[in-house]
């Protein structure tokens, strides 16, 4: 004979908050969430203390307050009379500028040693391991200051340009390499560039539409079009005779010494230059072991596969192999962006005047607010490292493998 | 009851730097150390020697104080400070004093609640240029590339000064006085720019100190003085009646070799008997003995002393006395009565 | 055939002729590891050509080096115009490159005994198949012995932290049975407690075999790097480990916690909370409090590296398939016992090779409390030693001995997690 009975309705007591698991996970998080208002109140509470002592607020009136001092490098129109806040989107700036130009550099480095360091040749696959760990393995602080060493002690000064019998000579007469930095011509818009420009961008876009043009016939009808030649051709001949028959818009300004300095041309400072370097060339050996990684991941019997059905070497690093690398070499590739990214703060020590140069030191100095200053400086970065996240994310998803 | 919460947990942990109570002249003298905040390396105001034992004229003045306070001129503990935490490690109570080459300015005065007690060094913002460069003006310095150490009022100083002379310029900056040097002697910068006193103390560690010039305009007006938090006015009493005292020693031609004789009995001069503690119960009405005043000068000499031995004429820095002269030759150190 | 009418029969095998010169030894290797086509060829000669140019270059730096010479200007008079290094900065200020500049001289045995003691601590924890069990005796204990030689004082400070432990480790083991997660609270509690009241105790006793107490603003050099990298690491470990176990967490509330801990810390820059160690922690202690400078960097630098290791943990964690967890709980194991015995320990193992990484990550970033004027390695150069008149622009020599010493330190360890990772191999290849 078999009763069915209901297992016993015990009453709630209070024990059960701890011993019963239906139960124990909301006093858990009831107490994490009571100590963690506790811990916000009591930071809330000194911080209210401390301000009220010093007779201080929390406000950031200071950043409509002219900043009062100078910054070399100014993507925008800025100087001393404009606001903190100024101040603060200039640096910015030159943080989104050192960190693109580092990006593409540290990707050219570590590919190239990546793919080096597979080479068959032993001897550059010795010079690029040691690349790779001597970069690896030593800070980057150390590295931004030795490459800002060399760069000045090791370049001539402006000043040994000078006279009949000059130390130091431009290169091709456009180019100086001083210990201030860098000069290069840099280009002048006339009127009517904005065509050449214009017909220039029209080329990029005939170039993508003549290579699908030619994969499609050779997909439909088998007949193999060159690729090299024409791509080029469409790429340079038009713009080069628009460029010619609006007059020549667009010329070229050269640096040239004046007064103490080169004037003229695109100045690249000593101190970008150092960041821009360092950081590269650091992230670069990271890369490096990314993609070598990426490419290794690639199971040997693809390559057998690909090379049975006939494809050449050429061909099957583009079809096969690379397609699968990439897959492995990307997300590691953007998490090595961002430390870059983030890295870049480290400016403060060549004087590069990124937003912790100037919202965190500077104006921090100046206005002795650290609190609001620090806090708009974690924003900035919490944003940048956020959105690339989220970008990430998204490619991770759409590249995932859907096997079942 | 969450101070000694908080003290158990350190002590523990063995890291407790101690608390500073609203009282700072008792912690000082319950930690039997004080706090003093510096730079972290300026040859002749504040730097470490070889030994690792820290020298200067900022140096000299935590000195006295501590000798004045616990009458043990080696019971301080130097604190180096940037330009960014020095004001932040004085409010927080980390330091109790903070003698680091600081410009007395309206703001730091009142808008960042600090109390300016006197100046010890009366400085102005001047141009350092090798003499090749031919230039005899900082005025002459259009497009030129300046050296700069961030983190002071310099930077505005430097942005005022071009601004109303409407010329151009190019700021280089710079995190530490040693690399400042580098940027300039590599030839990275044209003129490199700080507090006359720290130019002359950088052209003195220089090869060929000759072959630079301080160019002669001064472009701001630098009173340098220590200064304490605002709000414990005993302890900011003491601290500027120790200055006080070491300039009046110089004034009154007591110095740290007769110092133990004038204070030993009333001398003719009722104004050193007063500040030797001989006279009247000057010590008591700060909170102190009335022989503060004898160990400041024994332990550090008088102002006098302290400036020829780490900054004078004859040390490597080489600074003449200048504005920093007693009012008596000309100058405008000039001391409150001790009556 | 008849036999005879044969010329010529070999009696003898014919001895195994030489490979032909080019199929041999350096030829061979040479030829493929070098010259195996144009383009390669190419490779190799601008290769030879650039080190050789490197090599000519740096030679007589090397060789001409000065290793004795009180200052700058008497070793370029030594070297008279020739090319050479300044090796003299190293052989006088070594001891501030290693210990800062106020570390006292005669006290250097003891944190040189302490490094030592590392490694003898390290070893059962590293090298577990070689080394006995019961050293690890011996790591539990290093912790207080290296604070003891490091900072000195009286011994009763280390040994109460010690009973501390002890106490809370004890009430973790009672608790445990009722639950993990009321466990770790309780143990913490208790130790809290005990150090709380210990303090009261060990203050009178404060001369009780006490060493010559070292202030830590007197510390500075590679040894703090050491310092910052060894505790940082440590500490964070654990605390890396709950933050991951929160992250995987059922209950939204914790899990949304760890979350936004995590992901803030990681997504500024360490030198950013290194200015809130230095500027703004100060506003958020109770007043009148002030922690050690080096204290509080201890305390951002170990928050920023756990939630790093948490995220390698968190990958660990996720490695693990399914049927581990389900197996786990159908054994009637609870949730501590599940991760204590099946999860963590096959988590952790996958996990390794990520905390190296991240250790050797965190090791080269304490470099950057240079910036916040503190003298480790880097700030005793930037700072004292080039400021100083003697060794005023002395900065490849300097620059190459730091960088020495983190290659050996960085590149040390992940050989050795190199070598691990090849050890725990538990599949069958």
């Known amino acids: 004979m078999t009763t069915m009975t209901d297992p016993p309705k015990a009453s709630f007591q209070l024990s059960m908050l701890i011993y019963d698991t239906r139960y124990r996970s909301y006093t858990f998080q009831f107490i994490a969430l009571l100590l963690l208002m506790l811990l916000i109140g009591y930071l809330g509470k000194n911080l209210v203390e401390n301000l009220a002592a010093q007779g201080q607020n929390i406000s950031f009136g200071f950043l409509s307050d002219p900043s009062g001092y100078d910054i070399n490098q100014r993507p925008i129109e800025y100087d001393s009379q404009s606001s903190h806040m100024r101040a603060a989107v200039v640096g910015v700036l030159n943080t989104l500028i050192v960190a693109f130009l580092g990006c593409i550099t540290a990707t050219l480095f570590g590919v190239t040693a990546g793919i080096l360091r597979l080479s068959p040749n032993w001897l550059v696959r010795k010079l690029m391991a040691i690349y790779v760990e001597a970069f690896r393995n030593v800070p980057v602080l150390i ?97 080069i005779l628009i460029f010619f028959i609006m007059g020549q818009p667009i010329s070229l300004d050269y640096p040239a010494l004046q007064g103490f300095n080169f004037v003229g041309g695109l100045h690249i400072r000593g101190s970008l230059i150092a960041l821009w370097f360092a950081l590269a060339i650091y992230t670069g ?92 400086l974690m924003l900035f970065y919490l944003t940048i490292s956020l959105s690339i996240s989220a970008v990430m994310n998204v490619y991770n998803n759409s590249i995932k493998l859907k096997e079942r | 009851m969450k101070r000694t919460v908080f003290l158990g947990a350190m002590t523990v942990a063995g890291l407790a730097a101690g608390a500073a109570a609203a009282g700072t002249l008792d912690d000082v003298k319950a930690r039997g150390k004080l706090n003093c905040g510096v730079t972290t390396g300026l040859v002749g105001f504040a730097a470490p020697d070889a030994n690792g034992v820290w020298e200067g004229f900022d140096v000299a003045l935590c000195r006295a104080v501590a000798a004045a ?32 080459n600081t410009t007395w300015t309206f703001s730091r005065d009142t808008d960042l609640k600090f109390d300016f007690v006197g100046t010890n060094y009366y400085d102005g913002q001047g141009f350092l240029v090798p003499k090749s460069l031919g230039v005899s003006s900082a005025k002459e310095l259009d497009g030129a590339t300046v050296c700069i150490q961030t983190g002071t009022t310099t930077e505005l100083n430097l942005a005022d000064f071009f601004r109303a002379n409407n010329i151009k310029y190019e700021p280089v900056p710079i995190e530490t006085n040693a690399e400042g040097q580098q940027q300039y002697l590599a030839g990275a910068c044209d003129a490199y720019t700080t507090d006359a006193s720290g130019l002359a103390s950088t052209r003195a560690a220089f090869e060929n100190p000759t072959d630079h010039v301080i160019l002669p305009e001064i472009i701001s007006k630098e009173p340098l003085g220590p200064l304490v938090r605002h709000g414990d006015n005993e302890w900011g009493d ?56 004898k160990r400041a000068i024994a332990s550090v000499g008088n102002y006098g002393e302290v400036f020829e031995k780490n900054i004078g004429e004859k040390t490597p820095i080489g600074l003449a006395r200048g504005l920093n002269a007693q009012w008596t030759q000309g100058g405008i150190l000039y001391s409150p009565p001790f009556r | ?131 006995p ?57 208790a130790a809290l407690i005990f150090w709380i009241a210990s303090g009261y105790i060990s203050r009178p006793m404060a001369d009780v075999m006490a060493l010559q107490a070292v202030p830590s603003r007197d510390m500075g050099g590679f040894m703090i790097n050491l310092m910052l990298g060894v505790v940082c690491v440590s500490l964070s470990l654990p605390l890396g480990i709950l933050l991951a176990l929160g992250r995987q967490s059922r209950m939204p509330i914790i899990k949304w916690i760890c979350v936004v801990f995590i992901e803030f810390i990681r997504g500024v820059p360490l030198i950013t909370l290194l200015f809130v160690a230095n500027v703004v922690l ?89 910036v916040i004027s503190m003298f480790d390695i880097v700030g005793m150069i930037r700072g004292p030693i080039l400021a100083s008149m003697e060794w005023k622009g002395v900065y490849w020599e300097l620059f190459g001995f730091a960088c020495i010493l983190f290659f050996i330190t960085c590149y040390g360890i992940s050989q050795y997690s190199q070598w691990l990772e090849r050890q725990l191999r538990t599949d069958h290849r």
């Open chain 1, 143 to 239: 590295w931004i200051l030795i490459i800002f060493t060399v760069m000045s002690a090791s370049l001539p000064s402006p000043n040994q340009f000078r006279g009949e019998s000059a130390e130091a000579s431009m290169v091709l007469d456009a180019f100086a390499f001083t210990n201030r930095g860098v000069y290069v011509p840099s280009p002048i818009w006339g009127p009517g560039s904005s065509v050449v420009v214009l017909a220039f961008l029209a080329s990029i876009i005939g170039v993508f539409a003549y290579r699908r043009y030619a994969t499609k016939l050779l997909y439909d009808t088998g007949r193999l079009l060159p690729m090299g030649w024409p791509s080029l051709a469409i790429l340079f001949v038009p713009t």
């Open chain 1, 285 to 376: 050996a990271f890369i490096a072991e990314n993609v070598r990684a990426g490419i290794q991941a690639v199971s040997k019997g693809q390559t057998e596969a690909a090379a049975s059905l006939g494809l050449r070497p050429g061909r099957i690093m583009k079809l096969v192999i690379l397609p699968q690398a990439l897959r492995v070499i990307i997300p590691p590739l953007i998490s090595q962006y961002l430390n870059l990214t983030k890295n870049s703060s480290l400016a403060i020590a060549v004087g590069y005047m990124d937003v912790t140069g100037t919202l965190g030191g500077i104006t921090l100095n100046q206005t002795g607010r650290a609190i609001e200053c620090v806090l708009l």
């Open chain 2, 69 to 100: 306070v616990m009458g043990d001129a080696t019971a301080v503990e130097f604190v180096p400070t940037t330009g960014k935490t020095r004001f932040t490690a004085l409010a927080s109570g980390e330091i109790d004093m903070l003698a680091r």
């Open chain 2, 238 to 293: 003491i601290v500027r009646w120790t200055l006080n005292a070491l300039i009046t020693a110089e004034e009154l031609g007591v110095t740290s070799a007769n110092v133990a004789e004038l204070g030993s009995a009333a001398v003719a001069n009722p104004e050193i008997n007063r500040l030797l503690g001989t006279e009247g119960d000057l010590g008591k009405m700060i909170g102190l003995d009335n022989e503060w005043a």
């Open chain 3, 1 to 131: 055939m008849p036999h005879d009418q044969i010329s010529f029969v070999r009696k003898h095998m014919l001895p195994e002729a030489p490979p032909p010169a080019t199929e041999t030894g350096a030829v061979k290797w040479l030829r493929e590891n070098l010259f195996s086509s144009p383009a390669n060829t190419l490779l190799t000669l601008v290769s030879i050509f650039v080190v050789f140019n490197i090599a000519s270059a740096s030679a007589p730096w090397f060789l001409n080096g000065v290793w004795d010479s009180p200052s700058i200007a008497a070793c370029r008079e030594i070297l008279d115009g020739r090319v050479g290094g300044c090796f003299a900065v190293l052989s006088e200020r070594w001891n501030q490159l290693l210990f800062g500049f106020k570390y006292p001289v005669e006290l250097y045995w003891r944190p040189g005994l302490a490094f030592v003691l590392l490694f003898v601590a390290g070893a059962p924890v590293l090298f577990g198949k070689i080394f």
């Open chain 3, 133 to 189: 069990r019961k050293m690890l005796f011996f790591t539990g204990l290093y912790p207080f012995i290296a604070y003891w030689l490091i900072w000195g004082g009286s011994i009763m400070v280390p040994i109460f932290a010690l009973l501390g432990v002890v106490v809370g480790a004890v009430v973790y083991s009672r608790v445990v049975t009722i639950s993990a997660g009321v466990a770790v609270i309780a143990g913490f509690v």
């Open chain 3, 282 to 370: 100060a506003y958020f202690l109770p007043p009148n409090v002030t922690f050690d400078l080096i204290l509080r960097v201890i305390i951002m630098i170990t928050m920023f590296s756990s939630a790093y290791i948490a995220e390698v943990i968190r990958g660990g964690l996720a490695a693990l398939p399914r049927g581990q967890y389900e197996a786990a709980n159908s054994l009637g194991l609870d949730y501590a016992q599940s991760m204590q015995l099946i999860i963590l320990p096959q988590a952790l193992k996958i996990s390794i090779p990520g905390i190296v990484n991240v250790a050797v990550g965190l090791f080269k970033d304490t470099t950057l409390v240079s």
